[in-house]
Nanobody, 124 residues
Framework: QVHLVESGGGLVQAGGSLRLSCTVFGRTLSWLTMAWFRQAPGKEREFVAGISWSGGFTQYLDSVEGRFTISRDNAKNTVYLLMNSLKPEDTAVYYC?????????????????WGQGTQVAVSS
């Protein structure tokens, strides 16, 4: 069975940075497309960033393009989300997701596996 465990959330001031990590257990990361989603209170879960099997393709939500970077280390079975220039509107629970597709879908319904989420709070 596949388990995803996120870490790295926390409270940061606007303009600051955080790096989220997601470690995959039970399956080799290199066979999985990975993504980060987020969900703020009262809002729908939204796609933030995705990365293909090889790491050669990445995709981002428009509002985080240029500030966030998704990457993967298959040897460590871990995916990262580096978040720079954080804004209060980035405040949400961030979820790691995995799928067997070759390229990352941007709909949460397309992902088979999910982590438990990690809270990110950005103060103004």
């Amino acid at each position: 069975q596949v388990h995803l465990v996120e870490s790295g959330g926390g409270l940061v001031q606007a303009g600051g940075s955080l790096r989220l990590s997601c470690t995959v257990f039970g399956r080799t990361l290199s066979w999985l497309t990975m993504a980060w989603f987020r969900q703020a209170p009262g809002k729908e879960r939204e796609f933030v960033a995705g990365i293909s099997w090889s790491g050669g393709f990445t995709q981002y939500l428009d509002s985080v393009e240029g500030r966030f970077t998704i990457s993967r280390d298959n040897a460590k079975n871990t995916v990262y989300l580096l978040m720079n220039s954080l804004k209060p509107e980035d405040t949400a629970v961030y979820y790691c997701a995995a799928d067997g597709s070759r390229l990352p879908p941007n709909s949460h319904g397309d992902y088979d596996y999910w982590g438990q989420g990690t809270q990110v709070a950005v103060s103004s």
